[in-house]
């Protein structure tokens, strides 16, 4: 039987642009999304054939929705191998919080509180299963890192002490450090939160697991939807910017190989590891273990994170 793989929205982006490329690879993928039909004509788009992947319904900003995903993956039967949090939004122009159907803030429950769930309850599946290299893999980014110039442009990311969560993170509290709502801001602090549960549980479940936990930085992906909520002059310049000026620019195609890449090669079955192909782009240039933002490799802040969001998504 191929290996299976779970991959969060792959609707479109790096998250189909992957499915492509394990498929191409002989791994049988299970998308999760929350739009069916949109997922089913995007894979179709990219002559992705029926036989080698499933589509499952999970809205990852609904905590109930995430718990029977899991359900509904069980019962297909397939022995678990590899897991990649990919799925996330971004609404940089919004001026109020939206929110989960538990009341949190939406970028934050849909790009760290599910997946912090999902990777929780999968854990369980990833242990039972006889593969004998198993991976997990969440998905950053260079604006997660200030240290870095494509993290320097503000606001950035700040998780204060967690107060928000601390304090419940329902309204009036729509940021991690309690302080005011700025949505940019939000999806760092989702990706900061993203960084340090890979560190997390790494740290927690390498040993006794085996299972190799990485997360990489595949490139600035300028022509993914992600940008969609976004003014669209900014959406026809950034790719330009991006390829002509930052040199950041990269294809979803080869977003997509890397993500592939990072979990089924060899060279990158080293846990705990944050992979980046850097911020210019070279022809052929190779990867590289690249040290995470201050913020994200504080390991108290790590566990004070895990503890904080198992009792928001309800596990302790
Ligand atoms: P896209 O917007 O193209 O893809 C995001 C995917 O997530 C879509 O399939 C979307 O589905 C899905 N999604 C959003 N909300 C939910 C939800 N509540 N439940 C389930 N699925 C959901 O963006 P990208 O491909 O660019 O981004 C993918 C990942 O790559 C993200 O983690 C992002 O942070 C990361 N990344 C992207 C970079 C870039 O330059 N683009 C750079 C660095 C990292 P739907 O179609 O239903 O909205």
Redesign the pocket.
């Known amino acids: 039987q191929k290996p299976t793989v779970i991959i969060?929205?792959?609707?479109?982006?790096?998250?189909?642009?992957a499915s492509k490329s394990f498929v191409d690879r002989g791994w049988y993928v299970v998308m999760?999304?929350?739009?069916i039909p949109?997922?089913e004509a995007?894979a179709q788009s990219l002559g992705i054939a029926k036989e080698n992947y499933t589509i499952l319904p999970?809205?990852?900003?609904?905590l109930e929705?995430v718990r029977n995903f899991v359900k509904d993956f069980r019962a297909i039967g397939r022995p678990l191998t590899a897991l990649v949090?990919?799925?996330?939004?971004?609404m940089p122009l919004l001026k109020e919080p939206l929110r989960s159907p538990e009341g949190y803030e939406?970028t934050m429950?849909?790009?760290h509180l599910?997946h912090f769930l999902l990777c929780n309850l999968l854990l369980e599946d990833l242990k039972n299963s006889p593969a004998p290299d198993k991976r997990l893999v969440?998905?950053?980014?260079?604006?997660h890192n200030p240290d870095e110039l494509g993290g320097k442009i503000p606001p950035r990311p700040d998780l204060g002490n967690l107060e928000g969560f601390a304090a419940g993170f329902k309204a009036p509290v729509s940021m991690i450090d309690g302080k005011k709502f700025e949505p940019v801001k939000a999806?760092k602090d989702s990706?900061v939160c993203?960084v340090l549960t890979m560190r997390e549980l790494h740290r927690r479940y390498h040993e006794s697991t085996g299972i190799t936990f990485t997360s990489l930085?595949?490139?600035?992906?300028?022509?993914?939807?992600?940008?969609?909520n976004h003014y669209p002059l900014f959406q026809k310049l950034f790719p330009l910017f991006?390829k002509y000026i930052t040199g950041g620019y990269?294809s979803?195609e080869l977003?997509g190989d890397r993500v592939a890449a990072v979990v089924i090669e060899q060279p990158y079955r080293q846990s705990g590891a944050y992979w980046s192909w850097g911020n210019r782009q070279k022809k052929d240039r190779k990867s590289f273990v690249q040290q995470v933002s201050p913020q994200a490799r504080d390991d108290a802040k790590a566990e004070r994170l895990w503890e904080l969001s198992e009792k928001l998504v309800g596990l302790a």
Do not use: H, M
Request: glycine share 10%; hydrophobic share 35%.
């Open positions: 969060t929205g792959t609707s479109s982006g790096v998250g189909l642009y999760a999304c929350r739009d949109k997922t995007a999970i809205d990852l900003a609904s929705s949090c990919n799925a996330a939004i971004y939406l429950a849909t790009n599910g969440i998905l950053g980014t260079v604006t999806y990706k993203n930085y595949p490139g600035c992906v300028a022509e993914t939807p992600l940008f969609r991006q990269v979803q977003a």
